[in-house]
C-alpha cells in the first residue's frame, strides 16, 4: 500500500507566525485530506484537495499530484491552532492511509 | 446536517470480553469506513462497508468484524479483547466506495483492562 510521510514530526510556534506542513507520498494518489486532530480527538476537515490549490481563511494548501507531495500553509497562527495535523490518501480503490502527523504547538 | 455520530463515547471493558461499537453516517452518504488510533499514531483503517458489504479491509485479524445496515448505519464488533486494542476508534462515512472526502465521527474510546 501507499506510504505517507509527513514533516515535521513536531512544531512549536509562536503565535502570529507562519509555518508549512509537508505531506510525501511514496505512489500516486488521486484522493487526498488534510484534517487537524483536535486534544479531544475529533478529527476535523481541512481540505480535500487531490491537485491544486485552495484557501480557506489562514490556511491553504497545495497539491502537486505529479511529484507526490501536498503542502499545508497555516498563516498568523493561533494558539487555537494547536493539536495533530493529519494528511491522508489513496489511489484508486485503495485503502486511505493516514501520515504519523505533525504536531504543531502554538504558545502565546 | 447531522454529522457522523458515534456511540458510546468511552468504554472499559475486560481482556477476553467482546465490545460492539456504533456509527450513523453524515446524512447523504452510504459508505462507512472503520479506523483504529493508538496513542500518539495516526488512524489505521481497519475496513470499509458499502452496500451492505464489507468492501476492503485493511491489517486487522479476524476478531475485528463488522456490519452495515439498510439504513446505512454500521457497528464494529470487536471478540476476545486485548490489552492492545485499547484506542480511539473513528468511523467516516463518505459517498459512494472510492475513498472520495471522508468525515468522521467524535470517536470511541475503548479502554481494555
Known amino acids: 500500500g501507499i506510504q505517507v510521510e509527513q514533516s515535521p514530526p513536531d512544531l512549536i510556534l509562536q503565535e502570529g507566525a507562519n509555518s508549512t506542513l509537508r505531506c510525501n507520498f511514496s505512489?500516486?494518489?488521486?484522493?487526498l485530506q488534510w484534517f487537524h486532530q483536535n486534544p479531544w480527538g475529533q478529527l476535523i476537515n481541512l481540505f480535500y484537495?487531490?491537485?491544486g490549490t485552495k484557501q480557506n481563511g489562514r490556511l491553504s494548501a497545495t497539491t502537486v499530484a505529479t511529484e507526490r507531495y501536498s503542502l499545508l500553509y497555516i498563516s498568523s497562527s493561533q494558539t487555537t491552532d494547536s493539536g495533530v495535523y493529519f494528511c491522508?490518501?489513496?489511489?484508486?480503490?485503495?485503502?486511505?492511509?493516514f501520515g504519523t502527523g505533525t504536531k504543531l504547538q502554538v504558545i502565546p | 446536517d447531522a454529522g457522523v455520530t458515534q456511540s458510546p463515547t468511552h468504554l472499559i471493558k475486560t481482556r477476553g470480553q467482546q465490545v460492539t461499537l456504533r456509527c450513523s453516517p453524515k446524512?447523504?452518504?452510504?459508505?462507512v469506513s472503520w479506523y483504529q488510533q493508538a496513542l500518539g499514531q495516526g488512524p489505521q483503517f481497519i475496513f470499509q462497508y458499502y452496500e451492505e458489504e464489507e468492501r476492503q479491509r485493511g491489517n486487522f485479524p479476524d476478531r475485528f468484524s463488522g456490519h452495515q445496515f439498510p439504513n446505512y448505519s454500521s457497528e464494529l464488533n470487536v471478540n476476545a479483547l486485548l490489552l492492545g486494542d485499547s484506542a480511539l476508534y473513528l468511523c467516516?462515512?463518505?459517498?459512494?466506495?472510492?475513498?472520495?472526502?471522508?468525515?468522521f465521527g467524535p470517536g470511541t474510546r475503548l479502554t481494555v483492562t
Open positions: 484537495i487531490p491537485s
Open positions: 467516516a462515512s463518505s459517498w459512494r466506495t472510492m475513498g472520495l472526502e471522508q468525515y
Open positions: 491522508a490518501g489513496s489511489g484508486g480503490y485503495q485503502k486511505v492511509t
Open positions: 446524512s447523504g452518504h452510504d459508505t
Open positions: 505512489d500516486s494518489v488521486n484522493n
